[in-house]
């Protein structure tokens, strides 16, 4: 008997195992997979930052109390899933452990330390698969300073895989310095006893090039036969193309609205970050880019079995409208200033999470849009009185979680990028 069914037998015996759902943005959170922010963001400088995706270094004690209050906040309503606890359990099999080093020995073309990497026990192979590996006469190979660099965009799980509907899509990232994000990934959730998943990779099963890219934060699961896709710096027309023959496989008539990004600033780099969907009725959005007569399409296809019709649409709201979605739009920033959506929107002010429908977290640091969404009808509470259980969450009909995100914030994501839902309630939508 494998190492791994041991464990199971001893310490999965009783739990619930995660029934992998996700039909919608906004349905009750039931478990949810983060990863808090470790030495890995510190072992950034500013020499490696920018080949880490990074235009600033962050401070991990700040960093973590900021993490940590968003994940008590989760925790009152989901199970929270630690990516770091799954991946030390999984590593304790000696078969997926050899399989894994392998296989990223050889993506990063670091054969030479796979020996090194196996003779660590699972609690240490998983700290440095994180946070980089340094192995004295080797790591400076080539005035290197890691044989594997560090990961310090893990915490922003949102990007690396989707949960789609029953489906946990691995995604194809655009960097190649995230890709290792990916075959964590995909270890955990073929291999931990937790999950009951069936892992797909589109663009690997569908593309005919390798030129396919598809990143997380782009994808939105609006309703069970309803995705958004960004398509901009991170996801490509391939990727968003390997998605359509994925959606082919599914039962019933899907709808894939895609929805053209600017390319700079980088503030833009995803969907998530210019719209957000934040009740039944409600939708965060950045106007100059979703609402405002610009050049970025918005595209709509229709998949009914293995046909695929596309058509342009006047925009992301009005196509959902048209699908039965009717979204209020509220504006990042407010609407009578072009200043302040602008600044806000850079400091991730369109992206927020649903707990629910109607209650929703995101950075307390964008003032005027939590003041927009007050003017909504939304309570407005903090993190830290959420998570000391100051206030109560059943108290309110409708509210928005600020949290305080001064060091987070400067990552370049918000408190979608940092979440991965693994299983949310069913909307009832009024059909």
């Not at 906040?73 to 099999?93: M, N, P, S």
């Not at 593309?207 to 939105?220: N, P």
Request: hydrophobic share 40%; net charge negative.
């Amino acid at each position: 008997m494998s190492l791994l069914k041991c464990f199971t037998k001893k310490r999965y015996m009783d739990s619930e195992r995660i029934n992998i759902c996700v039909n919608s943005e906004i349905g009750k959170l039931r478990d949810v997979l983060v990863h808090l922010p470790g030495q890995e963001i510190e072992n950034m400088s500013p020499e490696n930052a920018h080949e880490l995706l990074y235009s600033d270094i962050l401070n991990k004690q700040v960093a973590q109390k900021e993490f940590r209050y968003f994940k008590k906040v989760l925790q009152k309503v989901a199970r929270v899933h630690e990516v770091t606890d799954l991946l030390e359990f999984v590593l304790g099999d000696e078969k997926i452990k050899n399989n894994l080093v392998d296989n990223v020995c050889k993506a990063e073309a670091a054969p030479y330390i796979a020996d090194y990497l196996k003779g660590l026990d699972n609690k240490e192979l998983a700290r440095q698969l994180i946070e980089g590996v340094k192995v004295e006469g080797i790591s400076f190979i080539d005035n290197k300073r890691y044989a594997l660099p560090p990961l310090p965009n893990l915490y922003f799980m949102r990007d690396a895989s989707v949960t789609m509907f029953d489906n946990i899509i691995l995604c194809n990232m655009a960097t190649k310095v995230r890709m290792r994000e990916v075959m964590i990934l995909e270890a955990i959730y073929k291999y931990h006893p937790l999950f009951m998943a069936n892992t797909v990779n589109p663009v690997n099963m569908y593309s005919s090039s390798a030129l396919g890219s598809v990143e997380g934060g782009d994808v939105l699961i609006a309703r069970d036969d309803i995705v958004l896709c960004g398509i901009g710096a991170r996801t490509n027309m391939h990727g968003m193309q390997a998605l359509v023959e994925h959606l082919k496989t599914k039962p019933g008539v899907k709808h894939l609205i895609m929805q053209e990004l600017p390319l700079k600033p980088e503030s833009f780099i995803h969907l998530d970050m210019v719209f957000t969907m934040l009740d039944v009725d409600h939708c965060m959005v950045y106007e100059p880019v979703i609402l405002k007569d610009n050049d970025l399409k918005t595209f709509h296809i229709t998949i009914d079995g293995h046909k695929a019709v596309g058509r342009e649409e006047r925009d992301l709201v009005s196509a959902l409208s048209g699908l039965g979605i009717d979204l209020t739009p509220i504006c990042c920033g407010g609407q009578d200033d072009t200043y302040y959506p602008a600044r806000e929107q850079w400091h991730s002010g369109c992206n927020f999470f649903c707990l629910e429908p109607g209650k929703f977290i995101g950075y307390a640091r964008n003032q005027h849009t939590i003041e927009e969404i007050n003017n909504y009808g939304y309570d407005v509470l903090t993190a830290s009185d959420v998570a000391t259980g100051e206030v109560n969450l059943n108290d309110y009909d409708k509210c928005v979680i600020t949290l305080d995100s001064n060091e987070l914030v400067r990552g370049g994501g918000g408190a979608r990028c940092m979440t991965m839902p693994l299983s949310r309630q069913i909307v009832d939508w009024g059909k």
